[in-house]
């Protein structure tokens, strides 16, 4: 199934936005580690949080985490220092192909019992849990922030903790100071001086805790009051006090014309005058959203170099590969290196009835949602993907007007 939309003449309404899936799959691992009991409400209600909520209520040997990539490093860290238990972790034919060798090589030297069951350096793993010495680990700084979280996360329960050193460059730190927030919050005072964190043996300590809304999806919205003609979308719950790295949204986006007002209970979106002729940032510390920042600047005509992207080759698919691939369908022809993008206004013939693949990643599908303003009747092929991450995704788009057909046999947009 594909979706072909058409965009409102307005963009106005109020939009509930899905629990953040970052918070609440930590969330779940400090539950499952907290001896005592551990209240958390509004859980995502994702694939990738509802994959670890299956892990942890049926405890399989063989767990499928399909294309969930922070259930695969946070579980695979976890069931490290389940003693006595013994687990295969398994998942999609992506899955498979996304590197985990360096966590799991990180958790081998603190004594974790894992092996590949098919190709090195790659899921699927066979883990048999034992306690875990701890100690002292050095792990480069420019890796996935959820290999550093998923060693954080078990930390404590090492019997002589953890002090992690990060070498070189630091790349998605805000997703780290996220995972060190949440753990004091339930007892576990880390320190962090410079590159190095130190993280005691303990227990967590359990405490009611509510999931807050997802600054990532927030992003989107972003994009769509930028290309709406005009726009107030109020989104209640989000505060600019987050943990998440992601609030960072509202300063990215005000050079390209949309301003953040708070209300009683959130904050609401509307146009603005601010404008920018050239668009240059680094976004190693929030590289998930990347893919709106760069469809909006196309679209809006703003020429930009995003870095700090080296961890968008091995996410849900090759996003810069992906992006470069898309973008050209709706003419715009983007210049690419291993860990940066960048538009010069360079432009060739757009398709006349562009369809969007969408790689089975759900940022794929709802950066290019928005470009419905410039290009009615552009298509979203396999919209489920969705679900990973922002399953009201389409119902919420319609609840502002926006229109979703879907092509029959025969159409010229299949």
């Not at 209520?57 to 695969?72: P, V």
Request: aromatic share 8%.
């Amino acid at each position: 199934m594909n979706y072909t939309l058409f965009a409102p003449a307005q963009l106005s309404g109020a939009i509930t936005l899905p629990a953040s899936k970052s918070i609440s799959n930590r969330a779940l691992i400090i539950q499952a580690l907290c001896p005592e009991a551990i209240t958390v409400e509004n859980l995502s209600d994702c694939d990738d949080t509802r994959v670890m909520q299956q892990a942890f209520a049926h405890d399989n040997s063989t767990i499928d985490i399909h294309g969930a990539g922070t259930a695969m490093r946070f579980l695979t860290a976890y069931y490290a220092q389940k003693q006595g238990c013994r687990h295969t972790i398994t998942g999609s034919a992506r899955m498979q192909q996304r590197p985990i060798k360096i966590l799991v090589d990180a958790l081998r030297s603190l004594g974790a019992d894992i092996r590949y069951t098919d190709r090195e350096g790659f899921p699927p793993l066979d883990i048999c849990g034992r306690s875990l010495t701890g100690g002292e680990l050095l792990l480069p700084g420019d890796v996935s922030s959820q290999y550093v979280s998923a060693l954080l996360l078990i930390a404590p329960a090492m019997r002589n903790g953890l002090t992690l050193t990060l070498t070189g460059e630091l790349v998605s730190m805000p997703y780290i100071e996220m995972t060190l927030a949440m753990m004091e919050y339930f007892g576990i005072e880390a320190r962090r001086i410079g590159h190095t964190i130190e993280v005691p043996a303990g227990s967590y300590r359990p405490a009611s805790f509510r999931v807050e809304p997802d600054w990532s999806a927030a992003s989107y919205w972003y994009e769509m009051a930028a290309l709406a003609p005009s726009a107030s979308i109020h989104l209640p719950g989000l505060s600019p006090h987050s943990l998440q790295g992601d609030a960072r949204i509202e300063h990215l986006f005000a050079p390209l014309g949309v301003s953040t007002h708070p209300s009683t209970d959130g904050i609401e979106l509307r146009k603005s005058d601010s404008h920018i002729d050239t668009y240059t940032q680094d976004l190693s510390e929030q590289p998930d959203l990347a893919q709106t920042l760069v469809v909006a600047c196309c679209l809006l005509g703003v020429p930009f170099h995003f870095t700090g992207l080296q961890t968008l080759r091995i996410k849900e698919t090759d996003r810069i590969a992906a992006l470069c691939n898309e973008l050209n369908k709706l003419g715009y022809k983007l210049i690419s290196s291993d860990n940066s993008l960048s538009w010069e206004s360079e432009t060739v013939e757009p398709e006349a009835h562009p369809v969007i693949n969408t790689y089975d990643d759900h940022r794929m599908a709802m950066a290019f949602a928005p470009a419905a303003f410039r290009f009615p009747g552009i298509t979203i092929a396999n919209p489920e993907v969705v679900d990973k991450s922002y399953p009201r995704y389409w119902e919420h788009l319609r609840q502002v007007g926006f229109t979703l057909d879907t092509p029959q046999k025969g159409d010229s947009t299949l």
